[in-house]
């Protein structure tokens, strides 16, 4: 008997213990007024960097976190700090970067989603961060063992983390029901980035990168600053002064021979896993070479 009143007393040690760490984050979260939440396949860490950077050039204390090729917390003076993991990454840590952010007083919170199954991308959302302008950059194959097993699916996983009465930017066309759907469902207004705004972004304002950028993601950054009330000269000031993603190159020519018509073609000195972005790229000159198989 004596055993049961005392896992009875541990579980609700427990489960106050868990309602304490439940306000303490609900607290920290309702003390940042803007909280940006990025997912998608391609182009997270970027956009996440973009918006932060746009968000420092009009002088909001912004804390940003990204969780691409090496994970880094980046402070409102720009500064970056890298994510300390005793083990694999786990979704927990929002928590620990919420409070960090809390804790420098900061007005905009711009966090990359981490989540890959599709029930720990919509807790993420509905339970760590509570985004008050979610966006989902695009929507590719990838991860399909997880978010699969079709294109679709992974659409429908990403979806989860469309935020509840709130806006929501996305730069994804092909299957942009399945955002719509999520985005109505949840009572937020669906801000589409077309080909059109795309074609919008100028190459001068391109040629102000000191690394390979893509206009997608240039587009969609300026559409949510631009929601903000941020002008778009400031925005791309503060894109141009920004730090690259940490695993991106900046532009360097590589000359081999393609092995169809021994003409030369330079590429930067990465191996990209998107090959189509890159070839999009107005920094990539490929001459006369035509890669039609990619």
């Not at 990838?142 to 996983?157: E, I, N, Q, R, T």
Request: glycine residues 6%.
């Amino acid at each position: 008997m004596e055993g049961f009143w005392a896992l009875v007393i541990t579980v609700l040690a427990l489960a106050g213990l868990g309602i304490v760490e439940m306000l303490r984050h609900r607290r920290a979260l309702d003390k940042i007024r803007i909280r940006v939440h990025v997912n998608g396949t391609r182009g997270k860490s970027s956009v996440t960097r973009l918006i932060a950077a746009g968000l420092r050039a009009h002088g909001v204390r912004t804390v940003a976190k990204t969780t691409g090729t090496l994970a880094r917390l980046i402070l409102p003076n720009g500064r970056e700090l890298p994510v300390y993991r005793p083990a694999k990454p786990n979704i927990i840590e929002q928590l620990a970067i919420v409070r960090a952010a809390s804790d420098q007083k900061a007005e905009a919170l711009v966090i990359e989603c981490m989540a890959l199954q599709p029930q720990l991308q919509s807790l993420s959302e509905r339970k760590m961060i509570r985004a008050t302008h979610g966006v989902l950059t695009n929507a590719r194959p990838d991860h399909l063992d997880v978010m699969g097993p079709s294109d679709d699916d992974v659409a429908l996983a990403l979806a989860g983390s469309v935020p509840k009465d709130a806006k929501m930017f996305t730069a994804e066309v092909r299957r942009l029901s399945a955002i719509q759907a999520a985005a109505e469902d949840r009572n937020s207004e669906l801000i589409a980035v077309g080909p059109e705004d795309v074609k919008n972004v100028s190459d001068d304002v391109m040629s102000g990168f000191s690394y390979l950028e893509h206009k997608e993601n240039v587009a969609l950054a300026l559409k949510v600053l631009k929601s903000l009330d941020i002008p778009e000269e400031v925005a791309t000031a503060g894109m141009h002064a920004a730090d690259l993603t940490p695993g991106l190159w900046w532009p360097s020519n590589l000359n081999f021979l393609a092995a169809s018509s021994r003409s030369s073609m330079r590429l930067p000195p990465m191996i990209p896993n998107r090959p189509r972005e890159f070839l999009r790229n107005p920094k990539l000159s490929l001459g006369k070479t035509e890669i039609s198989s990619w």
